[in-house]
């Protein structure tokens, strides 16, 4: 997808967030989970998502890459947490990866 092709997709998590339509399903923030066909469009996502969702505090982002899904599976270590995104816009930092599964986990004991 081009910058201008994400930033509508994530203007429209935006609106569905801010909206809170989400509460009637369930009373927990949703998670945003993205894979990218490779990592240049990941840190790009990342980027356009950063500027799309800053007031969505307490938004949980987690980004991987297709050759990553592929090569070792959902369950690995491929995941790529995106905290803060009100607070570091226009800042992507190296993507640090980690369990999905447990980081999500992790979120929801505290």
Not at 3 to 8: I, K, N, P, S, Y
Not at 35 to 53: F, K, N, S
Request: aromatic letters at 8%; hydrophobic letters at 40%; a positive charge.
């Amino acid at each position: 997808m081009n910058v201008r092709d994400l930033a509508v997709k994530f203007s429209s998590y935006a609106h569905y967030l801010s909206s809170r339509e989400w509460v009637r399903e369930c009373s927990l923030l949703p998670v945003l989970v993205c894979v990218a066909p490779d990592i240049a469009q990941e840190r790009r996502m990342v980027r356009v998502a950063q500027t799309r969702l800053t007031h969505t505090p307490g938004l949980m982002l987690f980004t991987t890459s297709e050759e990553l899904v592929n090569e070792y599976g959902t369950r690995a270590g491929i995941w790529s947490k995106q905290i803060s995104l009100h607070s570091h816009a226009g800042q992507v930092h190296g993507l640090r990866r980690q369990s999905l599964f447990g980081m999500i986990s992790e979120k929801m004991a505290t």
